[in-house]
């Protein structure tokens, strides 16, 4: 594969056959390479940064040469779609009776499927789940998959807000804040993943894509689904926005990345 100088965000990751991308593609995962080794890491020395090298069903570090989570062992990344449309959600399904927002839905998949909706999680299990396992299941009632309100919690790990009734990802995320002192705090976790059209222009609050949700989102009151066609609407454009803005900044990088040798 010669991709050295060609980047389409929108690039389907169809060259894995049936099998899931986010462990599969050897494109997704070249992409994953050459976007985030060599970017500078906000919480080290002038210098360090990741090294991303393909290692079983992810990406291993191979530039900074030290252990995480109490493992000996380099840090282990593994790739996540997480910008749900919940199109075969049995709790959505009420909504989804609408067919023109049912339409609308099955439009925003593939945008969503571009890179600029694709991020990277410690893929080691510590307590029992990987990060993305927590998100995705245990939390799911909470969090719905949604990576703004995954941002929200991170958000809040920095603040140094673990408890589980203001932080539903708290204790899963202060087992991996080894991971997260790479980047200093909360704008430098922003700045090196691309998320800035997801927070506010301070860097200080998410800018949740169902707008209703800010200032201050209440995981304990508020369900992270859309309850009405509007907001589904709602999310779906702003989702699809960020995407697409997420992909400019991507493209803004890739040529000055230094990989040069495909996966």
């Known amino acids: 594969m010669n991709e050295e100088h060609i980047f389409d965000p929108t690039q389907a990751w169809d060259d894995c056959g049936d099998d899931d991308p986010d462990s599969h593609s050897p494109r997704l995962r070249y992409y994953h390479q050459r976007l985030w080794s060599h970017r500078p890491l906000a919480g080290l020395g002038e210098g360090q940064s990741l090294v991303l090298e393909p290692w079983d069903n992810g990406l291993i570090d191979t530039g900074l040469g030290i252990t995480f989570f109490g493992f000996d062992e380099c840090l282990y990344l593994t790739s996540d779609r997480p910008m749900p449309t919940w199109w075969r959600s049995p709790e959505t399904a009420a ?97 090196f993943w691309l998320l800035q059209d997801l927070v506010t222009d301070d860097r200080q609050r998410v800018r949740f894509l169902i707008e209703g949700d800010i200032p201050d989102y209440d995981f304990t009151s508020r369900s992270p689904l859309p309850t009405t066609v509007e907001e589904y609407d709602e999310y779906l454009r702003n989702a699809q926005d960020f995407v697409r803005k997420r992909n400019e900044r991507m493209a803004a990088i890739w040529t000055g990345s230094k990989l040069t040798n495909p996966a």
Not at 149 to 166: G, N, P, Q
């Open 95 to 191: 909504i989804r009776e609408d067919s023109a927002l049912m339409e609308r839905i099955l439009a925003a998949n593939p945008v969503l499927d571009n890179i600029g909706g694709i991020i990277l999680w410690p893929g080691i299990r510590i307590g029992g789940q990987t990060l993305n396992q927590a998100k995705e299941t245990s939390q799911k009632a909470k969090i719905g998959d949604r990576l703004d309100l995954t941002l929200e919690c991170i958000r809040l790990a920095y603040a140094r807000l673990f408890d589980h009734r203001v932080n539903p990802l708290g204790p899963t995320l202060h087992r991996y804040r080894a991971l997260f002192t790479l980047f200093g705090d909360f704008t430098g976790y922003v700045e």
